[in-house]
């Protein structure tokens, strides 16, 4: 496999043109009207999503525009919509929906659709056909062309659409990004997937695994520390197999312990982690590195060997305990969490028992539960499926209750304990005005004295309920 394409510099040059271009429209605007015009830019989705809109927020303000969350105010409106189940298609096409009344009032409006579902061909169609209120729709393979594309929008008075595929596997860098004020930020390490888990739809609206070169993430990551971020999120679909396309021999551990060497104070997380994929080398890094947090987000998905087999995971649920004695062997504190799919198709009931046993045994500080969602286009969605709804409903309840007794549990561990935490900022309980996360991204609503956002702190915990831990500063 070969390194992917860093898009060339003239063409991102191109594209700082058209942001020119586009701020000069901006400030003719701003001059008559006094003051700058407005643009809202939602997220869908997953957390690679947020870290994709905070691009398109950097181009937005790059381009004369200042963010707001009004949508009556707004010049611009920006959704960056996702695919992964039925439910956030029709949360996104239900918004967009509901900017006829926007459109209508104010046409000059620019409606515009980007990210995951619009990558699809069927959703891309629906939205040419049955909402002409939209202006622009482009794919996760064009974000970077967002300025070109928004150009052409306002200047070529019809409808833009861009859905190219990703033939080229192609990864732009230098363009502006807006990250939130606070201590935290994601940093995008890889796009794309290689694994083709039957029940996804991410390989197809993403393309395929591409890597950013190590030294690139490195100085943004260098950036970040020295803007003051601390608690810095590195991701991917499937973080372990980073480098494999570079074939530099950097891998995954390799760029963990490039950036622990990084000097400063501040923890470094990633997500997300496969367990086909996940090693003891990993795991052997992660201890051995200062700035690494003890947290796991490693999803098992199912707990029985024929539907792991089926949604072609390619591990057994044997194999993942196995990772999991040996992650907390090596750090007995590690936090560990992970996403559950029930009503998989074919799915019986003893399968699903084998997912209860899975998370009692191994009992997780979090848990991500999804209802399975037939995503046309891919394998699963041709499997039969026999349970009926309101069975796969009962099940998903089922493990609600097993996932809030085990969270429970772990969480009442906790009392008395001392825990280094990162203040990240207020809390809603006046007794415990400051909310912080431990370096297991556990949430701490605490009190002291002295205790500020961005610092840490190290906190005994007086109380537990199922989704904060209290404390106060020691
Ligand atoms: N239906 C339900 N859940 C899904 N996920 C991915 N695809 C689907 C689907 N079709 C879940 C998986 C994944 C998480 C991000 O979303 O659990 O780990
Ligand atoms: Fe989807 Fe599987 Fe890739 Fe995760 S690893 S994005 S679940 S195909």
Known sequence: MCAAQIVPEEQIQRQYEYMD??????AEQERLSGRKPRAVAHTFGCQQNFADTERLAGMLVEMGYALTDDLNEAGLILYNTCAVREHAESRAFGN??????VKKARPETVIALCGCMVQQEKAAEKVRKSYPHVDLVFGTHALWRFPELLFRTLTENKRVFDLSGDEKGEIAEGLPVLRGDGVRAWLSI???CNNFCTYCIVPYVRGRERSRDPETIESEFRELIAAGYKDITLLGQNVNSYGRDLGQGEDFSALLRRLDAVPGEYLIRFMTSHPKDASPRLFDTMAECRHVARQLHLPFQSGSDEIL?????????????????????????????SDIIVGFPGETETDFEQTLTLVREVGFDMLYTFLYSKRSGTPAAEYPDHMTKEEKQRQFERLLRVQDETVEKRQADYLGKRLRVLVDGEGKDPNYPYAARTEGGLLVCCSGQGLKTGAFA?????????????????
């Open 190 to 192: 890889m796009y794309g």
């Open 96 to 101: 967009v929906g509901a900017l006829t009344h």
């Open 309 to 337: 087999h089926r949604m072609n995971r390619g591990y057994t649920a044997e194999h993942y305990r196995g990772l999991i004695a040996y992650a907390r062997e090596k750090m007995p504190e590690i936090t560990l969490s």
């Open 21 to 26: 271009l586009i701020a000069a429209r901006n």
């Open 458 to 474: 190290e906190i005994e915990i007086d109380k537990t309920t199922l989704r904060c831990l209290f404390g106060h500063a020691v």
